[in-house]
């Protein structure tokens, strides 16, 4: 496997949970510049003990990062199965009208982050 490969990947399931670069080198547990090198292939896979904090705070295994091949998540993805019908709609529609979409739900899901983290 390619480094590009792998950093492909990488960069798709960051942006797949919704985090931007530097919250999820926080939440890895690895330095910002660290994750950089890997996202844009500038450094060959990381370290095994990095590898598997990278894997672990997307909830993703270690041999699904580095080949691909397995697809299952390690989290409990149950309170999410009501959205099935959803997203295999949202994946027929073109880019053009799912852009919008995104931006309508994720502006939706702030406004609600909000309200919560106004009521802690």
């Known amino acids: 496997m390619s480094k590009s490969e792998f950093s492909e990947r990488l960069r798709s399931e960051i942006e797949y949970i919704g985090l931007n670069q530097k919250e999820f080198a ?3 547990g690895i330095k910002k510049r ?12 990381p370290p ?4 598997v904090k990278i894997a672990s705070a ?3 295994s270690v041999e699904y990062l ?5 697809t299952r998540r390690t989290v409990d993805i149950s ?3 009501r959205f099935r019908d959803l997203l295999d709609d ?8 799912l852009g919008p979409v995104k931006a309508m739900i994720k ?9 919560k983290s106004k009521k802690s």
């Not at 502006?107 to 309200?115: L, S, V, Y």
Request: hydrophobic letters at 50%; charged letters at 20%; proline letters at 2%.
């Open 48 to 51: 095994a003990d990095v590898a």
């Open 107 to 115: 502006t939706a899901a702030n406004n609600e982050r909000g309200k």
């Open 34 to 45: 660290a994750l950089d090198a890997y996202l844009w292939a500038q450094q060959s896979m």
């Open 79 to 81: 309170g999410y199965l």
């Open 90 to 97: 949202l994946a027929l529609l073109p880019d053009g009208i």
């Open 66 to 70: 580095v080949t691909g091949k397995e």
């Open 26 to 28: 926080a939440k890895a």
């Open 58 to 60: 997307l909830g993703l």
